[in-house]
């Protein structure tokens, strides 16, 4: 147990579980668990009673905020009041802005990506803030939350329905917090009106058009490696970011070093259902991944940006699409090789739905049928690509990454 001053370097340095007294005479120290976390905590006498305060974790509280806080504590105790009484007060009455910032700042880490957590909080400003933002989080009523939401709606269909749950989250962590005892964003609650829209799917080529379009975007004056990129992820009917954050680790190399058995293996982190997915790689995609180590700007990327170790953005794949005169999405491409499948060859479904990396059949089946058809795969992109280029012969492909 420490007694010497804290100071702001000690603060960020110290490891060893413990208390570290700040010696300041208001009761503060820094406690340091096991598993490296910090708190700050003040020791105050209350009306005879020891009591211990919590004023939050470093670094999100420096230490001189915890000071801070720390004096003023000890001053409400030498006039006879109570800190906790009054800490909790102030909270229950947090507006429902400012419990929404403080939600923002406790789920915005659960976030893979920044533009998530960003948009939760910017979609809230933007709708929710000018209407209920100064109401106290306890008196939000349902009416209130769904006036706000129909509004969005009738600008925004898409962002309202993020709105509900967004608000919803909000009032959880107010009732977590003991701020209020209602959610009044729930749907039972809000009673919206059903939203008829219609589905709209992503534009897709007719498979019999691809190769022509490999052809004219090979022809074109965008950049080599956004051209093989393009081409590898329509051979191996991939999602955009999957090919665009390819990294070379991720390749698996057949037994002969050639392209045979080669296989790439997207991780669980960056795959969209979230468990690892192989891609049996045909010839012309090895030969792809020849020319773009040839090319690479020595970094771990297999189609590196024109920014050092920065992935081609996906805006850089869609404009390429588009300008070249195709009316498709790069996600479009998924669905030429799935009818593509169900038109042109016998490969059973499963088989199919493999290798676009989705789920069939309910909970019981997927528990016991774990298989993902590597090698019946396998052939069935080979015949993907020899369909793509035409090729009634094989190529012989030596691999060098």
């Not at 259902?273 to 020595?298: T, W």
């Amino acid at each position: 147990m420490a007694k010497s001053n804290l100071t702001a370097t000690s603060v960020k340095s110290v490891s060893q579980p413990g208390k570290y007294h700040d010696g300041q005479g208001t009761g503060l120290y820094l406690r340091v668990d096991r598993n490296g976390s910090r708190f700050w905590v003040q020791r105050v006498t209350i009306r005879g009673k020891r009591r211990e305060l919590g004023l939050g974790s470093f670094p999100m509280v420096s230490l001189a905020e915890a000071r801070e806080q720390a004096a003023e504590n000890k001053k409400l105790v030498r006039a006879g009041r109570d800190p906790l009484a009054e800490k909790k007060k102030a909270r229950v009455m947090l507006t429902f802005q400012e419990a929404a910032l403080k939600t923002h700042a406790e789920v915005a880490p659960s976030y893979k990506n920044p533009k998530d957590a960003a948009a939760f909080l910017s979609t809230l400003q933007a709708y929710m803030f000018p209407r209920i933002g100064t109401i106290p989080l306890a008196e939000v009523t349902s009416a209130d939350v769904r006036r706000a939401i129909l509004t969005a709606r009738e600008k925004t269909p898409g962002i309202a329905r993020k709105l509900v749950h967004r608000t919803s989250r909000v009032f959880k962590w107010g009732i977590a917090e003991g701020m209020c005892t209602g959610n009044p964003s729930t749907g039972e609650a809000l009673a919206l009106p059903r939203l008829q829209t219609a589905v709209q799917h992503r534009k897709a080529l007719p498979y019999k058009q691809i190769a022509q379009c490999i052809e004219i975007v090979q022809a074109s004056r965008a950049g080599t490696t956004t051209k093989l990129a393009l081409e590898f992820l329509i051979l191996t009917a991939t999602r955009s970011k999957e090919t665009r954050e390819a990294h070379w680790d991720e390749i698996e190399l057949g037994d002969d070093g050639g392209f045979k058995g080669t296989t790439w293996i997207i991780p669980k982190q960056r795959a969209k259902m979230k468990r690892d997915h192989r891609v049996p790689l045909s010839k012309r995609a090895v030969q792809i991944l020849s020319e773009a180590r040839s090319l690479s700007d020595g970094s771990s990327l297999v189609f590196p940006g024109t920014k050092h170790a920065r992935p081609i953005s996906d805006m850089t794949l869609s404009k390429l699409v588009k300008e070249l005169g195709f009316d498709a999405d790069v996600h479009g491409f998924r669905t030429s090789f799935r009818t593509w499948t169900q038109e042109q060859t016998k490969y059973p479904r499963e088989v199919a739905e493999a290798a676009l990396a989705h789920k069939i059949g309910d909970a019981a089946e997927q528990a016991y049928a774990r298989s993902d058809f590597l090698e019946k795969r396998r052939q069935m992109m080979e015949d993907w690509a020899n369909y793509l280029s035409g090729a009634t012969s094989p190529v012989v492909v030596k691999l060098k990454i």
